[in-house]
């Protein structure tokens, strides 16, 4: 991998956490922009012991000013971001559209579309006067086909898709792709508390994937890796699905 600077967001959990663990073989600096400061230390050990260097800054990347602070630190400490996995989010339980309250439509569209945008804003400042960059957003497979009950969050994670491709044409020729994961029902803390409050939710989920089990958080980090990887400069505006098969038919 041609740079070193690597920012993870949401990174203390779940498939950021998993992703991080995956690219610390690589030797690079990780980054993590988070809120839950308890679990940094562990994370942090579990990554220096892979073999990168790792930093936490707490962030509220629903809030711009927080964000924009944080990229300031890293310009200050790093001088560059080299690579970024927007990757913090957060879906609802499954409901009729019209049983979403207003607060939920606000925090959803806050996190898992304003502050996508909020983030690759500052990413792509680095990396346009670096020429260049890699950026890989966090979509879903209800950014990629609907389902029922998901309208709130299938459309947050659509508009994930569209921000990925058009940005990615925006940027092409600066040496930056923009690219984005779809993941499939993935073993992590924001699906794995359902197993008890809402067994027949998770039942669906755990068949959800046509592998016939739920995914682990790292095998989202390898194809995050992917886009990465030097040679894959000509891979832009692609959303990947991954997810054993899922949203490639009716299975
Ligand atoms: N787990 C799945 O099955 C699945 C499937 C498809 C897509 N996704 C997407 O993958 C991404 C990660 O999900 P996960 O399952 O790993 O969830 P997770 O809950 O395990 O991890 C999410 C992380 O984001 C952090 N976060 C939440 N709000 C934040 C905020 N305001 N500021 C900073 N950090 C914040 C949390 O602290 C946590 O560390 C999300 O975008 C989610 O929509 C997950």
Redesign the pocket.
Known sequence: MKGNILVI?????????GTALELAKENLTIII????DK?APDVIKQVELLGSECKYFH????KRQEVDRGFEQIGKQYGRVDYAFN?????ILSKPFAKVNDSEIDSLID??IK?VMYCMINELKFMTEQHFGRIVN?????GLVAGKGMALYSAC?HAVVGLTKAAALDYAKKEITINAV?????A????LPYKETAPEEFKK?EDSNPIGRL?K?AEIGHAVKFFFEDGSEFVNGVILPVDSGCVAGNF
């Open positions: 967001t949401g990174g203390l959990s779940g498939i950021g956490k922009l988070d809120v839950q679990k962030c509220d990347l629903t990757n913090a989010g957060r879906g996190l898992d502050a966090t979509t879903s497979g209800a994670k779809a993941p499939g029902t993935i992590t803390e924001l699906i989920w995914g958080p």
